[in-house]
C-alpha cells in the first residue's frame, strides 16, 4: 500500500514513509491510495478473534512493509497496557450501546491510537537508527496520551506543552507524573493558544527543525486514524453477535479523525446504517452538513473541551474524497478558506456529504440535562463528550436500529463536570488515585519562544 497527499505534490509513499512524515511535505494530509475491500465471508470469519488479532488483521491490509511478527508484536504491545480484558467493551443501556474507548493509560480515547505511534515510531527509528523529538502543545488529553505512548521509548525524546493551571487536575498530573529521562513538561504561563503559537514557531523554523529532527504527533499522523478503524469492525461484531438490526455509530466529534475512521471502516465495506457526527456549540461541521455552511466562527469554551476546535484537521481527508479526488480543487477549497473564511460546495456534492454523514450540534445545557438524565434512568455515569454524542444518538438515530456511542473518555477525567452536572464526584479509578502523591517533574516558563527554544536544545536526547 502507497499513500499519497491530499494537495498532489508528493511522489506515493510506503506505510513507513507515511508515518515519519505525519503532514505531507506539500502541506496536504496523507491517505491511503486506495482502501482494501473486506468480504462478508472475511467478516464472519472475525467474529471469533480478540481485539489485538482483530487489529492485526484490520492494520496489517494498510503496511506492507514492516515483516507479520514485527507488526503483530507491536499491536499486542499497544493493547496490552489496556486495563479491560476487551480493550473497548461494547455496553448495553437503555436503548443505546456505549463503546468503552477509555481504558487506556490516560482514560481517554486517544491511547487507543497513541500507544499504537508510540510502539511504531520506536520499531522505525531503530531500524533506521535514526532519532526524533516531538515537540506538541496540548489543552489536556492529547498531550498526555502522547506522552504515555512514547515514555521510556529509544530513540524519542517529548517535548509537551501546556497552559498553567488551565488544563483538568487529572490531565496535569498525567502528564506531569511521568518523569522518564525522555519526558519534557513545560507549564506555560499563558494561554493553549500561546502554546500552539510557539509550536508552530518551532515547525517553521526548517533549520531548526532539520538539524534537531524535529516531529509532531498531532492526529494528522495516518498511524492515528488506522487504529481508530478497529474498533468500529469490533463494535460491529459485537453487535451483530447478536442481533441484525442496522447499525449506526454516534461520534462527539472534535478534529474529525475519530470520525473518519468511521468513514474509513465503511469504505471497506463495513455495513455502517449512518454515521452521525455530534458536536458541541462549536459546530461548523454540522452548520456544513445540515445547512451547507461552512464558515468559519469564533472559538467557544464549553464543558466538552477535547471538541472546542472551529477547523477539523482530518477533514481535508474527507474533502478529498468528496472532491473526486482532484488535489487542485481541494487546494483551491483552502485558499477560499484562507481568503474568505469559507468552503463552498455544489449541490451534487453537499448530496454525497449528506449520505455519508447526518449531523447534530448539543449545547452545554443539553449535554449537562442529558449527563443526570441518563444516570437516573441507567445508573450509568457518562463524562460530557460522550454525552453530547449520547443525546445526539437518541434525537437522530432510529431506536430499531443498533445506536452506538463512541465513549471517548472516563467520567472522573473530567469529575469538574460531573459534579456541575450531578452534585457529586465521579467515583475516581485506582490508576487516578495513585496520581496524588507521586513525584511529578514539570518546567515552568513564560509564553517566551527564545527561552522555550533554549530549554528544548539543551535538554534534546
Ligand atoms: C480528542 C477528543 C474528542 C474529539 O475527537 P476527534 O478525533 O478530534 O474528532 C472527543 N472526546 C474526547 C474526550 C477527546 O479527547
Redesign the pocket.
Known sequence: MLYISTRGGISPIPFKDAVMMGLALDGGLLLPQSYPAVSKEQLESWRKLTYPELAYEVISRYVDDIPAAALKSLIHRSYATFSHPEITPLIRRDGVYILELFHGVTL???DVALQFLGNLFEYILEERQETLNIIGATSG??GSAAIHGVRGKKGISIFIMHPLGKTSAVQALQMTSVTDANVHNIAVRGTFDDCQDMVKELFGDLEFKEKYSLGAVN?INWARVLAQVVYYFYAWLRVTDETDVPVSFSV????????FAGYVARRMGLPIETLLLATNENNILTRFINSSDYSLGEVVSTVSP??DIQVASNFERYLFHLFAENPVRVKDAFTELKEHGRISCSPAEMAQVRTDFCSASIDQESTLQEMRDFYTDTGYLLDP?TAVGVKAALDQLSPDSARICLA??HPAKFSETVEQALGFQAPVPASVQELYGKPTRCEIMDADIHKVREFIVSHIG
Open positions: 481517554a480515547f486517544k488529553d492529547t492526529s462527539p466529534t472534535g478534529n474529525f479523525g475519530d470520525i477535547s471538541m463528550h471517548t473518555a
